[in-house]
C-alpha cells in the first residue's frame, strides 16, 4: 500500500514544480542556518561555520539532485525529458518535420485504407454460423468449371448424399411488384426452404420458411431483407402477414432478416421467396439455372464431400445419359465464391500500399540520416558533457518514436478518410455483389496493422541514425574539418536507400503501366459491335396480361414501334441478353449429318428480333437475316456467329445445314440462314464462344433487353424510352435503363480492371514522387557536403561543365542502378500481376521502356536543380566559407 | 538481501523514525543531530544522506512535515510521525530485534569446548 502511494506521488512528480523545488531549497538553506548556529556557538569563525556546515552537508547541489531524484521516478522523468527535447528539435526543423510526417502519413494512410478493405473482404469471417464449414456446389460442364445446376439434379444430390447436414439451393429472379406509384420490376431471389437454417441465420422478425413450404402446394411466402423492410415498409412492426403482389400473386411476408445479413453471390435481392412453383426450365433435368450451398457434416472434409459428390454425379450420368453427359459436380468453400475474384486485386493493391509505404519510411529514414549527420557535432558535445552512450541512443529511439507516433496519427485520419472516398468510389452495381466491403470499418485488425507497420517504422527510424552516432569518434565529430569522411560515408549508405526508392518506384510503375495497357486493351477489344448512340434496357412483360407466347410477340412488336417513332430513333430491337454480358445461356447443339456421341455442344444461345444486327451494327458475314414473318407457323431458322461456322462446319458452308437439340427432336430443328461476325457476347476478358441467334417470334420470353439506336444523345433518350413503354402498357415493368456504353465501361470486367490500375497508378506516381525526391535530397546534400571541393576544382580552372558531369554522373549512377533493380524485381513479381492483366504480357517492353523514360526524365531533372546549383558555385566564396 | 546502501537506507529510516517517537516533531538538521548524539557519536551521518529518506517516508505517509520556528527563532520544517508511522516503526523495530537476534545467536562465541 505505502509502496504503491510512494509510487504515485513520484509519478506527480513528474511534472516539473518550481514550489518543491523551492521548498527544498528553503529547507537546505534553514539547516545550514541551524548548523551555522550550533558552529559559531561552538566558538568557530563565521567562515569556519558555513564550511563546516556544507561539508557535513556532502554538498549543496548533490543533496538537491538526489532529493530531486528521490522525489520523482527518473527514468520516466528523462523519458519525458527525452521527449520535450524530441519535439524542440522537430519544432526547430519544421521543413524537415512537415516532411517527415506528410510522407509517413501518405505511406500509413495508403496502406491502412487498403488493409481495411482486405480486412472487410478477406479476414473477416462471413456473417453466417461457422462459416467455414459452408461449401458452394454447382455442376461441372465441358465449357463451365462452374455451371448451374438443374433441380432434379439438385433433389437427387440433396436426398443421396451423406456428407452434408444440409443442402439448400438458390436461384435469382425478378418480380413484378405492384406498388402505390405502378408496376416496379425488383430482383429476388427463390430458394429451397432450408437456405437460411444452412446459413444459420435467423429472421429477426416473424419466421423461417417451413420445412415443405418449398412444395407445390405451399401458399406464396417471403421473408424480406433487412433494407427492403426499411425502404419499401417503412420498417413497420406490423409487417408479419402482410401480403404484397408479386407478379400479381398475393404472397404473405413471413420474416424479416436482421440488418447485418447478406449473401454476395444474389446481394441485390429485395424479396426471398420459396421454389414452390417450378418454372417450365426446373421440370427439365437438361436445364440448368441453380446454385446451391451446403454445411459439410463434422468430421466431413471438403475433398470427402467433392469425392462423394462426383460419385453421385457419375451415378446420374450413366441413369440419365441424355442429360446428364459429362456434368460432374464441383465443391468449393463458399468464401471462395464470395471473395475469390476480388482477392488478387486486393492483394496487389496492399502490396502497392506497402511498396509505397516502404519509400516512404525509406525517404524519412534517409532525412534522419542527413539530420544525424549535420547533428554529429551536438551529439559529440552532448558525449563530451557526460551524456552516456544509452542515454544518446535513448534519444535516437524517442525522436523516431514521436516523429512515427505523429505520423501514425495522420496516417490513420488520412486512412479513413481514403477508406470512405474509396467506398463511395465503389459503385452500388458493384456494392451489391460485394456487401462486405461495406463493413469496413477501423477496427482492431486495422488498429493492430498500423501498429505493427508503425512499430516498424519506428524501429528503423531510431536504428538509422544510431548507426551513425559518432560513440567511437566522438574527437573526430567535435574536429571542424571533419566534414569529408562523415560525407563519404552517408553518401553511401544515404546513395543506397535512393536506389532501393527508385526500384520500388519503377516495380509499381511497370505495374500500374502494365494494368493501364490492360485497361485499354480490354476496352478497346473487338466488340464487333457499335456501342456508341445505343440506348438500352431491360424490360419485364407480365405473365398475368400475357399468358400465351403469341401474346408476347405481339405486345413485343408494340413496344418496338412505339419506341421507334421516339424523336432520334433510328432503330430499335430486342435481345435475349445484351452483348457483353457474358458468356451463358447457352444451348446444346447437335449439327444434322455430323457424327455425335451425346457430346455437350455448348453455344450462346440468344432470341433476337428481326432489327437487332442493323440496330447494333453487327456485319452479316453470308446469308441472311430472318424477317418478321418467320414466326410460330414457319420452320424454325437461326443466324449463327463467325465462331459457330468455324467450330461445327469446318470447310463447309453452313447455310441451308441443319442443326438441333442432342436428341434431334423434330421441334428442335433449325436450318442455318445467316452467318454474322463475332459480336462480343461474352465479359470483356473472356474468349468469344459460337453463338446462335434465333427469331424472338419463335422462342420469345416474357423477360428481354429492348436497344434502341439513336442518332442523338442516348443517355437522354432512356427515360423517353421508358416512358414509351408505359404509354403501351403501365403494367410492364422496366429495368436498369442505361447506355450500352455505360454497361461496357461499368462491367465487372472493366470495373475490376479500372480500379486496379487507377489505384496502382495512383501508388506508382506517388511512388515516383517520393523517389524523385529521394534523388534530390541524396544529391543536394551531396552537393553542399562537396561545396569546397567544388570551389577547389573551379579555383583550379576546372570548367562549369565538368562541375555539372561531376554532379550528374554521380545521380545517373544512382538512376541506373536503381532502374535496372527494379526492373529485375519487376520481372521476378511479374507472375504476381498476370491474372490481372489482360492481352497484355507481364514483360512487355513498350511498358518497360516508357517507364524508364519518365523515370530517367524526372531522376535528371531531380538531379540538374542540384547540378545547376553546383556549377554556379563562387569559388571564392566557397573557399572563403570554410 | 539488497546490498550494503539498501540496509544502511532502511535503518537509517528506522533512526529516523525512533528519534520522531522520542522527540516528537523535529527539523531535518535537529533529527540528524540527534541520530549522532544518541550514537554516541560513533555514526557519522553525512547530512544530505538524510533528506532523501525523509522525503521517502513521508512519500510512503509515515512522517509529516509542516514549516515552523526553530528553538533559536528560525525558520525550520518540522518532521513528526504518523499514525502509519508508528506502526511502521513498531513493525520495523520488531524486524529489527528478531535480525539481531540471530545474528546474535551466530556471533555468540561457542558453547562447545572442543
Same mark, same amino acid.
Given at each position: ?79 519525458? %525529458? ?16 512537415? !516532411? ?127 433494407? !427492403?423492410? %426499411? ?87 450413366? *441413369? ?84 512515427? =507516433?505523429?505520423? /501514425? ?95 520500388? /518506384? ?23 459491335? $457499335? ?41 430499335? /430491337? ?27 455442344? $455448348? ?11 442493323? !440496330? ?41 445445314? #441443319? ?82 456504353? %455505360? ?41 553542399? *557536403? ?48 498476370? =491474372? ?47 | ?7 544502511? %537506507? ?51 505517509? /509515515? ?27 513498531? #513493525? ?6 528478531? !535480525? ?15
Amino acid at each position: 500500500m505505502n509502496l504503491i502511494r510512494a509510487w504515485f506521488r513520484r509519478l506527480r512528480g513528474i511534472v516539473p514544480n518550481q514550489q518543491r523545488e523551492s521548498d527544498f531549497s528553503a529547507e537546505l538553506e534553514s539547516h545550514l542556518q541551524l548548523h551555522i548556529d550550533d558552529n559559531l556557538r561552538a566558538g568557530m569563525s563565521p567562515d569556519e561555520a558555513r564550511r563546516d556546515a556544507l561539508r557535513k552537508l556532502g554538498g549543496m547541489e548533490r543533496t538537491k539532485q538526489a532529493h530531486r531524484e528521490r522525489r520523482t521516478l527518473p527514468l520516466l522523468e528523462t523519458i519525458v %525529458q527525452d521527449i520535450h527535447y524530441a519535439l524542440r528539435q522537430l519544432r526547430r526543423s519544421p521543413g524537415f518535420t512537415i !516532411t517527415a510526417i506528410l510522407m509517413l502519413s501518405l505511406g500509413i494512410g495508403a496502406s491502412v485504407a487498403i488493409f481495411a478493405f482486405v480486412d472487410a473482404a478477406l479476414i473477416k469471417p462471413l456473417p453466417y454460423a461457422n462459416p467455414t464449414r459452408l461449401v458452394d456446389v454447382a455442376e461441372h460442364g465441358v465449357a463451365f468449371p462452374r455451371s448451374n445446376l438443374s433441380y432434379e439434379d439438385f433433389r437427387d444430390w440433396q436426398r443421396l448424399n451423406k456428407v452434408f447436414t444440409s443442402l439448400d439451393a438458390y436461384t435469382g429472379t425478378g418480380y413484378l411488384l405492384a406498388t402505390p406509384s405502378g408496376i416496379e420490376p425488383v430482383p429476388a431471389v427463390r430458394i429451397t426452404d432450408g437456405f437460411f437454417r444452412t446459413l444459420g441465420v435467423r429472421p429477426i422478425l416473424g419466421r423461417d420458411f417451413y420445412s415443405g413450404e418449398d412444395q407445390p402446394n405451399a401458399p406464396a411466402t417471403t421473408i424480406l431483407p433487412y433494407s !427492403t423492410w %426499411q425502404h419499401r415498409f417503412g420498417g413497420r412492426g406490423d409487417i408479419i402477414g402482410q401480403t404484397v403482389s408479386l407478379d400479381g400473386n398475393p404472397t404473405t411476408i413471413v420474416g424479416v432478416l436482421p440488418a447485418d445479413f447478406e449473401f454476395a453471390p444474389r446481394g441485390n435481392a429485395e424479396f426471398w421467396t420459396t421454389m414452390h412453383q417450378l418454372t417450365n426450365c426446373e421440370k427439365r433435368r437438361s436445364c440448368h439455372n441453380l446454385f446451391a450451398i451446403a454445411r459439410l457434416k463434422d468430421g466431413v472434409t471438403l475433398e470427402k464431400a467433392q469425392t462423394e459428390m462426383a460419385a453421385i454425379a457419375k451415378q446420374l450420368e450413366i *441413369q440419365y445419359p441424355g442429360s446428364n453427359r459429362d456434368q460432374g459436380a464441383t465443391l468449393a468453400p463458399l468464401s471462395e465464391l464470395i471473395v475469390g475474384t476480388i482477392r488478387p486485386i486486393l492483394f496487389i493493391l496492399l502490396a502497392g500500399a506497402i511498396l509505397l509505404l516502404v519509400i516512404a519510411c525509406v525517404n524519412v529514414a534517409s532525412l534522419l540520416l542527413v539530420r544525424s549527420e549535420s547533428r554529429r557535432r551536438e551529439f559529440a558535445v552532448r558525449g563530451a558533457l557526460g551524456a552516456s552512450p544509452a542515454r544518446l541512443v535513448r534519444q535516437f529511439i524517442t525522436e523516431g518514436l514521436v516523429l512515427v =507516433s505523429m505520423g /501514425a496519427a495522420t496516417g490513420l485520419a488520412a486512412g479513413y478518410l481514403v477508406m470512405h472516398l474509396l467506398l463511395g468510389l465503389v459503385s452500388k452495381d458493384m456494392l451489391s455483389s460485394m456487401p462486405y466491403i461495406s463493413r469496413l470499418t477501423l477496427n482492431s485488425h486495422v488498429l493492430l496493422f498500423a501498429a505493427i507497420v508503425s512499430l516498424i517504422a519506428a524501429a528503423i527510424f531510431s536504428l538509422t541514425p544510431v548507426l551513425r552516432l559518432p560513440v567511437s569518434s566522438m574527437r573526430e565529430a567535435l574536429n571542424e574539418g571533419d566534414r569529408g569522411s562523415a560525407g563519404t560515408l552517408w553518401r553511401r549508405l544515404g546513395s543506397n536507400l535512393v536506389i532501393v526508392e527508385l526500384a520500388i /518506384a519503377v516495380v509499381l510503375l511497370v505495374g500500374a503501366g502494365l494494368l493501364g495497357k490492360s485497361l485499354y486493351r480490354l476496352l478497346h477489344v473487338d466488340l464487333a459491335f $457499335e456501342p456508341s448512340h445505343l440506348a438500352t434496357l431491360y424490360v419485364s412483360i407480365p405473365r398475368k396480361s400475357y399468358p400465351k407466347d403469341e401474346e408476347v410477340v405481339v405486345i413485343t412488336r408494340k413496344i418496338l414501334a412505339r419506341v421507334s417513332t421516339l424523336p432520334g430513333v433510328t432503330s430499335a /430491337a430486342a435481345t435475349s441478353v445484351l452483348p457483353t454480358t457474358g458468356n451463358g445461356n447457352t444451348d446444346w447443339i447437335r449439327v444434322v449429318g455430323h457424327p455425335f456421341h451425346g457430346e455437350h455442344n $455448348e453455344v450462346n444461345e440468344r432470341d433476337v428480333s428481326v432489327d437487332y444486327f442493323k !440496330t447494333i451494327q453487327a456485319h452479316l458475314l453470308r446469308g441472311r437475316i430472318f424477317t418478321e414473318q418467320e414466326d410460330h407457323s414457319r420452320p424454325r431458322v437461326a443466324v449463327i456467329n463467325k465462331a459457330f461456322a468455324d467450330k461445327y462446319f469446318p470447310g463447309e458452308d453452313p447455310i441451308g445445314k #441443319k442443326y438441333g437439340g442432342g436428341d434431334l427432336k423434330p421441334d428442335s430443328i433449325k436450318e442455318v440462314i445467316g452467318i454474322v461476325d463475332n459480336v462480343r457476347e461474352s465479359s470483356l476478358d473472356a474468349e468469344i464462344w459460337p453463338a446462335e441467334y434465333k427469331p424472338y417470334n419463335q422462342d420469345s420470353d416474357t423477360f428481354y433487353a429492348l436497344v434502341v439506336k439513336t442518332s442523338g444523345d442516348e443517355k437522354s433518350l432512356l427515360p423517353a424510352l421508358v416512358n414509351g413503354i408505359h404509354q403501351v402498357d403501365p403494367g410492364i415493368g422496366t429495368m436498369d435503363p442505361q447506355t450500352m456504353q %455505360q454497361r461496357i465501361d461499368g462491367s465487372p470486367a472493366a470495373y475490376l480492371h479500372r480500379s486496379a490500375a487507377w489505384l496502382v497508378g495512383g501508388f506508382a506516381a506517388l511512388a515516383l514522387l517520393l523517389g524523385v525526391i529521394g534523388l534530390y535530397g541524396v544529391i543536394a546534400y551531396s552537393v553542399s *557536403q562537396r561545396t569546397r571541393e567544388i570551389g577547389v576544382r573551379m579555383a583550379l580552372g576546372a570548367a562549369r561543365a565538368s562541375v555539372y558531369q561531376l554532379v550528374l554522373k554521380e545521380a545517373g549512377r544512382l538512376t541506373i542502378v536503381g532502374i535496372v533493380a527494379g526492373i529485375l524485381c519487376s520481372i521476378a513479381s511479374a507472375a504476381f500481376l498476370r =491474372s490481372l492483366l489482360f492481352g497484355t504480357r507481364s514483360w512487355d517492353l513498350q511498358t518497360f521502356a516508357a517507364v524508364v523514360l519518365l523515370l530517367g526524365m524526372a531522376a535528371m531533372l531531380a538531379s540538374f536543380i542540384p547540378a545547376r546549383r553546383a556549377a554556379s558555385i563562387n569559388p571564392v566564396e566557397a573557399l572563403r566559407s570554410e | 538481501m539488497g546490498d550494503k546502501t539498501d540496509v544502511w %537506507q532502511g535503518t537509517l529510516a528506522l533512526m529516523v523514525l525512533k528519534t520522531l517517537e522520542s522527540m516528537g516533531s523535529l527539523h531535518g538538521y535537529g533529527i540528524a543531530r540527534r541520530i549522532e548524539q544518541t550514537s554516541g557519536e560513533l555514526l557519522s551521518l553525512n547530512y544530505g544522506t538524510l533528506y532523501p529518506a525523509l522525503l521517502r517516508l513521508e512519500q510512503e505517509g /509515515a512522517i509529516a512535515s509542516e514549516w515552523g520556528q526553530s528553538e533559536n527563532n528560525r525558520r525550520a520544517k518540522f518532521y513528526s510521525l504518523t499514525r502509519s508511522g508508528r506502526r511502521l516503526l513498531e #513493525k520495523e523495530t520488531r524486524s529489527w530485534e528478531q !535480525t539481531t537476534a540471530i545474528v546474535a545467536r551466530f556471533l555468540a562465541p561457542s558453547e562447545d569446548p572442543s
